[in-house]
């Protein structure tokens, strides 16, 4: 996948796209982010990007000039294939784990970081093809909106996670936050380790997880429950997280 990113400071981006598992997507060449400076496209002489509103109001304003031909330069490389473009921006679809599968399917995505009180409307008007929010609070710019989107969407390019397995099990995955895990050592200063882990009963372990998984969710986010499709097998054991939880 490719990304193009629009932003006034691109060095933001430097240590995530350098580091972890994105480090070793960029590395690899599953992910290329190019990163371009808003400011480099300012055809004034100082080199200004924001404007005073139309209309009055406090805080500036990226102006259309500088976003125009910046999306102008990035789109013109790629005459064969159409980018989504997207605007990192409070007032845009909320990011979960189903708009990040969908965008994982893109060739090629050019994100555009606003700063101080937003954009132009006319550079979301003439561009912009969805605008993505990361959550319903306010951030000083889209950059770091952008590197949790490139995050959660590059993790799911194939590839990129080295066991397919742990995108597919994981919170969300199916709608059901994740089962208690436990590595060594069985007992830390008298904390033990469930028995059933240990007992090298496939079923039993996975009747477990599964449990768990739903009391989980039971207990810290019930409102997933209410849209998570659970088979008979899953409402039966539901049934039985909520006895256990009646008796205690
Ligand atoms: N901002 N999810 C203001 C956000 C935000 C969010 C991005 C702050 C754009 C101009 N973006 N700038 N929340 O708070 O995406």
Same mark, same amino acid.
């Given at each position: 996948? &490719?990304?193009?990113?629009?932003?006034?400071?691109?060095?933001?981006?430097i240590?995530?796209?350098?580091?972890?598992i994105?480090?070793?997507?960029?590395?690899?060449?599953?992910?290329?982010?190019?990163?371009?400076?808003?400011?480099?496209?300012?055809?004034?002489?100082?080199?200004?990007?924001?404007?005073?509103?139309?209309?009055?109001?406090?805080?500036?304003?990226?102006?259309?000039?500088?976003?125009?031909?910046?999306?102008?330069?990035?789109?013109?490389?790629? #005459?064969?294939? &159409?980018?989504?473009?997207?605007?990192?921006?409070?007032q845009?679809?909320?990011?979960?784990?189903?708009l990040?599968k969908?965008l994982? #399917?893109?060739?090629?995505?050019?994100? %555009?970081?606003?700063?101080y009180e937003?954009v132009? #409307?006319?550079?979301?008007?003439?561009?912009?093809?969805?605008?993505?929010?990361i959550?319903?609070?306010? /951030?000083?710019?889209?950059?770091?909106p952008a590197?949790?989107? %490139?995050?959660?969407?590059?993790?799911l390019?194939?590839?990129?996670?080295g066991?397919?397995?742990?995108?597919?099990?994981?919170?969300?995955?199916?709608?059901?936050?994740?089962?208690?895990q436990?590595?060594?050592p069985?007992?830390?200063?008298?904390?033990?380790?469930p028995?059933?882990?240990?007992?090298?009963?496939?079923?039993?372990?996975?009747?477990?997880?599964?449990?768990?998984? /739903?009391?989980?969710?039971?207990?810290?986010?019930?409102?997933?429950?209410?849209?998570?499709?659970?088979?008979p097998?899953?409402i039966?054991? /539901?049934k039985?997280v909520?006895?256990?939880?009646?008796?205690?």
């Amino acid at each position: 996948m &490719k990304i193009d990113v629009l932003t006034l400071f691109p060095d933001m981006f430097i240590p995530m796209l350098s580091s972890s598992i994105i480090g070793r997507a960029v590395e690899n060449g599953l992910l290329k982010v190019n990163l371009y400076n808003i400011r480099d496209f300012a055809k004034n002489k100082h080199k200004q990007v924001d404007d005073y509103p139309y209309g009055g109001g406090h805080g500036m304003i990226l102006a259309p000039q500088p976003l125009f031909d910046a999306l102008y330069h990035v789109l013109e490389s790629c #005459q064969d294939s &159409k980018p989504k473009v997207i605007l990192m921006s409070p007032q845009g679809k909320v990011l979960n784990q189903e708009l990040a599968k969908q965008l994982a #399917q893109e060739q090629h995505m050019v994100i %555009i970081c606003g700063h101080y009180e937003g954009v132009d #409307q006319r550079v979301i008007d003439k561009f912009v093809d969805l605008e993505v929010s990361i959550g319903d609070y306010v /951030l000083t710019g889209g950059e770091l909106p952008a590197m949790v989107l %490139i995050d959660c969407v590059a993790r799911l390019i194939p590839g990129v996670v080295g066991n397919p397995e742990s995108t597919k099990d994981e919170s969300f995955a199916r709608g059901l936050l994740e089962y208690p895990q436990y590595t060594r050592p069985y007992n830390y200063e008298g904390y033990t380790v469930p028995d059933v882990l240990l007992s090298g009963n496939h079923q039993e372990i996975s009747r477990w997880r599964l449990k768990e998984s /739903l009391r989980n969710t039971l207990k810290k986010r019930p409102d997933l429950l209410e849209r998570a499709e659970l088979s008979p097998y899953e409402i039966e054991l /539901l049934k039985e997280v909520k006895q256990e939880m009646e008796g205690s």
